[in-house]
């Protein structure tokens, strides 16, 4: 069983998605959420023991089919790939958890739909193969599609139109990107392609490099990244509250195809096409911040709040890989943990609040107060501390790792200020919208919402997950070194192909 690990986080969704949609699981709405969380479960269990055989042994391929690389499909299991694996289980059994409280009974088939979003999410990351890579950003596209409209109202269809949109003009360019790629290198595996980056021949870089910049424009409109973000503000904010804690994640599958493809493939070692897009990461990840600390003080609603933090996230996260050190990258992917978690908890708070708040929902105005203030408020509070970056929790040791990787490469002037002004922002902001929420009432609540036993289950999961990184600081950031470590070597060094008796 250990040797088909790698498969399981996909095989999983896939299989529960499959069955949800037959009899009998799909003739009742209690049978798809008790199938949904064991499954969910099952697929955290799985990535978790991947996650610790891949710690203690090293990568693994695993060769679908038995077509060994570069020729068949292959999956690339490593401390990378395994570390966003268990994430996306983390939040799929919570995100899980949350819709089993009636989110489910707006719209049908939400959850086999979040079971294959997972699938799309868990693919793209585990993937070793450019053309693979395509394939499961559509999975878990028009998973999001369906997701976003769920519930139904015209502002869900008016956000869902210019994300279907932009998308699906993404998708066109990656598919160009592809064939340019394909044509100069033969290849689309990525460690085949990682060994032929400083041999293409003198008539192809241009092409090449076209090709790679294409990608940059791909992985950019994923990542939300400026002048490519403008479509997620909107999308996140009218999203449910359940969706739009897994959509939490969805970006920074964009940040991690950049390091895949942009700090591995056209590295350091990549000859004429060696770190091509860093003259262009620069100014675009510190524009992005600025554009999110812009839009984070003229947020309305509590969820349009936390979905331009995403995008202050995503350009802290984008300076790193524009550092492209073993430093940076590490400090990244513990603020990246940090960061995903503590969005998808505030977007479930703000569903809890909306839900309480009648007609006001969670826009930043006067109106009756929420049902239970004490809980939601302490919810609200400890998100809130998350976001912003203060100490204990996990988002001030995250930032003061990252502003070490600035400091360590020259670069403070540049980092440092973007970075704190972010927290300034969150700070007065996020201060401004609790006190409206909780203080600026009038008139008394009905009373008759009350947070279910499921939703708590899931917030609470997301909340222990905070302080739990903070105790673990030590191993989690042993970790993250270990897998910058893994991603500056070649990827074409031999890995471990379960089943492989020379390896």
């Not at 950019?220 to 959509?247: D, E, Q, R, T």
Request: hydrophobic share 55%.
């Amino acid at each position: 069983m250990l040797q088909h690990l790698p498969v399981l986080p996909l095989l999983i969704p896939l299989l529960a998605g499959v069955l949800m949609l037959m009899p009998p699981i799909a003739g009742t709405l209690q049978r798809q959420r008790v199938f949904g969380t064991l499954a969910a479960l099952l697929q955290l269990l799985a990535t978790i023991t991947l996650l610790w055989q891949v710690n203690q042994h090293g990568p693994i391929v695993y060769a679908m089919g038995e077509w060994q690389p570069p020729f068949g499909i292959v999956l690339v299991a490593d401390r990378l790939a395994t570390l966003m694996s268990v994430l996306t289980a983390l939040l799929l059994l919570c995100v899980q958890l949350f819709s089993c409280a009636g989110e489910d009974q707006k719209g049908k088939f939400l959850h086999p739909l979040l079971m294959f979003q997972a699938l799309g999410i868990q693919g793209a990351f585990l993937t070793g193969d450019l053309f693979n890579l395509f394939v499961f950003f559509e999975v878990l596209l028009i998973a999001s599609y369906a997701l976003l409209i769920h519930g139904g109202g015209p502002q869900k269809t008016l956000a869902n139109v210019h994300y279907v949109t932009l998308n699906l003009a993404g998708s066109a360019l990656f598919l160009f990107a592809l064939g340019i790629m394909y044509g100069t290198f033969g290849t689309l595996n990525m460690a085949d392609m990682q060994l032929r980056a400083a041999h293409i021949v003198e008539s192809d870089v241009q092409l090449a490099e076209s090709g790679a910049m294409l990608l940059l424009v791909v992985f950019g409109l994923k990542s939300a990244m400026m002048p490519l973000h403008f479509w997620m503000p909107k999308a996140y904010s009218v999203a449910p509250a359940p969706v739009a804690a897994l959509f939490a994640i969805m970006t920074k599958v964009g940040i991690y195809s950049l390091w895949r493809v942009h700090s591995t493939i056209f590295g350091d070692g990549a000859g004429e096409l060696a770190n091509i897009a860093q003259p262009w990461l620069w100014p675009l990840a510190w524009l992005t911040i600025v554009i999110g600390i812009i839009a984070t003080l003229a947020s309305k609603t509590l969820r349009e709040l936390t979905a331009n933090m995403v995008i202050v996230s995503v350009g802290s996260l984008l300076l790193m890989v524009t550092l492209n050190t073993r430093e940076a990258t590490a400090s990244a992917l513990y603020y990246l943990i940090h960061s995903t978690l503590a969005t998808a908890l505030m977007f479930l708070v703000a569903g809890l609040i909306v839900s309480q708040r009648g007609k006001a929902e969670d826009r930043f105005v006067q109106a009756r107060p929420v049902a239970q203030p004490a809980l939601l408020g302490l919810l609200f509070m400890l998100a809130a501390l998350a976001l912003i970056g203060m100490p204990p929790i996990s988002g001030f040791i995250g930032k003061a790792l990252m502003l070490k990787a600035a400091l360590a490469s020259h670069q403070a002037g540049w980092i440092w200020p973007p970075i704190l002004l972010a927290s300034l922002a969150a700070l007065l902001m996020l201060a401004r919208s609790g006190s409206t929420l909780f203080w600026r009432t009038r008139g008394e609540n009905a009373g008759e919402v009350k947070v279910h036993p499921a939703q708590l289950t899931a917030v609470c999961l997301l909340v222990i997950t905070l302080p739990l990184m903070v105790v673990f600081a030590g191993w989690i950031t042993e970790y993250t070194q270990a897998a910058a470590q893994d991603m500056t070597r070649s990827l074409s060094v031999p890995l471990r192909i379960p089943g492989d008796t020379d390896a």
